[in-house]
């Protein structure tokens, strides 16, 4: 007699099967931007369920320690082609997938197709290259976005914020954001030494009174994310999650990070 979690585990498998037997092609004439955001993210997890719809193509991921989780848009109008039935969903190495796009060239175009429990990636420049990654199983349960209210949101120079978060990193391993109606500030603060960026005129605020600390480590990863976008914008509350967006008229890239909470600055 088969047991009710055997019997579920088999309904999974079925209807994994059955996704992967989906059509679904597309085409990229300028890729690069999927490619930067693919090595942005492949920091932080190494495997992601890639979806694939009418609308286009989107990552939902949460790194392993749950500390920060990642949205990523990419919709139908940045594909030249784009075919598929329904919703299809391709479990993805994202490590392996960072390696093939990184064989990608100025002038490439990037085709990708899924053919039973493979994605068949094509890279057509001077010749043709195809590449077939093995589609996986990603384990654990997706969880949804949450639904956050902040306090503070600045929009600045992806520049500027990039630079700040370096400067912290040199004297720090945490920084804390802090706001008022009219000033942001960036600070780190270590056992001897500390930095302060302040910022007025040359940014956007919308702001209450408020401050938090967030880690280095991850902030370090997810800035990366200001390569793609000549704006970051800032949304934060006090002892609260942080959430960087990142983004342009083609590409949705935001982070949700957790706040560092400690007994003393």
């Given at each position: 007699?088969?047991?009710?979690?055997?019997?579920?585990?088999?309904?999974?498998?079925?209807?994994?099967?059955?996704?992967?037997?989906?059509?679904?092609?597309?085409?990229?004439?300028?890729?690069?931007?999927?490619?930067?955001?693919?090595?942005?993210?492949?920091?932080?997890?190494?495997?992601?369920?890639?979806?694939?719809?009418?609308?286009?193509?989107?990552?939902?991921?949460?790194?392993?320690?749950?500390?920060?989780?990642?949205?990523?848009?990419?919709?139908?109008?940045?594909?030249?082609?784009?075919?598929?039935?329904?919703?299809?969903?391709?479990?993805?190495?994202?490590?392996?997938?960072?390696?093939?796009?990184?064989?990608?060239?100025?002038?490439?175009?990037?085709?990708?197709?899924?053919?039973?429990?493979?994605?068949?990636?094509?890279?057509?420049?001077?010749?043709?290259?195809?590449?077939?990654l093995a589609l996986i199983d990603v384990e654990g349960e997706e969880k949804p976005i949450p639904n956050l209210d902040f306090v503070s949101k600045v929009e600045m120079?992806?520049?500027?914020?990039?630079?700040?978060?370096?400067?912290?990193?040199?004297?720090?391993?945490?920084?804390?954001?802090?706001?008022?109606?009219?000033?942001?500030?960036?600070?780190?603060?270590?056992?001897l030494n500390s930095f302060q960026s302040e910022f007025t005129d040359e940014v956007k605020i919308t702001a209450e009174e408020a401050a938090s600390k967030y880690s280095?480590?991850?902030?370090?990863?997810?800035?990366?994310?200001?390569?793609?976008?000549?704006?970051?914008?800032?949304?934060?509350?006090?002892?609260?999650?942080?959430?960087?967006?990142?983004?342009?008229?083609?590409?949705?890239?935001?982070?949700?990070?957790?706040?560092?909470?400690?007994?003393?600055?």
């Amino acid at each position: 007699m088969i047991g009710q979690e055997s019997l579920l585990e088999q309904v999974k498998e079925v209807m994994y099967s059955l996704k992967n037997k989906e059509k679904m092609k597309l085409r990229l004439e300028n890729p690069k931007i999927f490619a930067d955001v693919i090595g942005i993210i492949s920091d932080l997890v190494l495997e992601v369920r890639m979806k694939v719809s009418g609308e286009g193509l989107s990552i939902s991921a949460i790194d392993p320690a749950n500390v920060a989780m990642i949205l990523f848009k990419l919709p139908s109008s940045a594909f030249s082609t784009l075919e598929v039935e329904g919703e299809r969903v391709l479990g993805v190495s994202l490590d392996n997938l960072k390696a093939v796009l990184r064989r990608v060239k100025v002038g490439s175009v990037v085709g990708m197709e899924s053919v039973d429990n493979e994605l068949k990636i094509t890279i057509q420049d001077k010749i043709k290259r195809e590449f077939s990654l093995a589609l996986i199983d990603v384990e654990g349960e997706e969880k949804p976005i949450p639904n956050l209210d902040f306090v503070s949101k600045v929009e600045m120079s992806s520049v500027d914020f990039s630079e700040a978060i370096e400067d912290c990193s040199v004297v720090a391993d945490s920084c804390s954001f802090v706001s008022s109606a009219d000033k942001f500030v960036i600070r780190g603060k270590g056992s001897l030494n500390s930095f302060q960026s302040e910022f007025t005129d040359e940014v956007k605020i919308t702001a209450e009174e408020a401050a938090s600390k967030y880690s280095l480590e991850y902030l370090q990863k997810i800035v990366k994310g200001t390569k793609i976008s000549d704006k970051t914008i800032i949304n934060f509350s006090n002892d609260y999650p942080l959430k960087l967006e990142f983004n342009t008229p083609l590409v949705e890239l935001f982070f949700i990070l957790a706040p560092r909470v400690e007994t003393e600055d």
